[in-house]
């Protein structure tokens, strides 16, 4: 695995380098924000600190999220939720407080790779369609010509999982734990506000809601007693 930190804070760069590595963790670092798209290619995570000298972390992590979708742990010396709650809705995947375990910081770096992993491999090809409307996955856009639409990555990463688990049910738990990489309390609003942007962009009535489990992509009463209402595992 090979991880981007950024974090102008030499004492903690200098101390995680060697321990990750002893981990087989390779590590590159940056000391601010500011061009950081080019460092990217071949990254596996990425370990953000919020409170950069030459950019507000939280506009960071959304810009990087409006264009990749590796994984990203925040991490500040805050412990007030407020912040973890604008971390995650910026895109990131999840927050550690300052200090923190490296034990504990390994092991949400795994189970991140882990999952990006999986989504990656269960994904549809690359160019498909969805109720009819070609779909590229690689561009993140439904249609095409004067009619193309653009995806966000969040919206691109519900919407593979939804076409790969073919028309079986997709838990709400198991979206947020595909997407983002866990699940919290505000998981749920979070969500649905995805969800509903991305219904926005479909046809009508291409994702139906399976009241109080999750969403699946197919006929709307696709079968309750069926093979296909089945839920995706």
């Known amino acids: 695995m090979r991880v981007l930190i950024i974090d102008d804070n030499r004492t903690i760069t200098n101390w995680l380098q060697p321990v990750l590595l002893r981990k087989g963790i390779s590590t590159v670092v940056r000391k601010c924000g500011r061009g950081v798209s080019a460092d990217l290619i071949g990254i596996d995570a990425i370990l953000l600190e919020l409170e950069l000298p030459d950019t507000d972390g939280i506009s960071l992590c959304r810009l990087i999220r409006e264009s990749f979708t590796v994984p990203i742990i925040a991490t500040s010396k805050s412990r007030k939720i407020s912040e973890r709650v604008l971390a995650l809705n910026a895109g990131a995947d999840d927050y550690l407080s300052k200090p923190y375990f490296t034990e504990e910081l390994v092991a949400r770096l795994e189970a991140l790779h882990r999952r990006y992993r999986v989504t990656t491999e ?12 070609s779909l590229d996955l690689t561009r993140r856009t439904l249609g095409s010509g004067a009619d193309e639409i653009q995806l966000t990555p969040k919206e691109c990463d519900i919407l593979k999982l939804l076409l790969s688990a073919r028309g079986s ?16 309390p505000a ?19 291409t994702i139906h809601t399976i009241k109080g489990v999750g969403y699946h992509i ?16």
């Open 169 to 184: 049910i997709c838990e709400r738990t198991r979206i947020l734990a595909r997407v983002w990489g866990r699940n919290w």
């Open 122 to 133: 269960a994904s549809p090809p690359m160019l498909t369609s969805v109720a009819g409307v």
């Open 218 to 233: 197919g006929s709307k009463d696709a079968g309750i007693g069926s093979e296909n209402s089945r839920v995706a595992q």
């Open 187 to 205: 998981g749920d609003r979070t969500l649905d506000v995805h969800m509903a942007t991305l219904r926005a962009k479909l046809p009508p009535n």
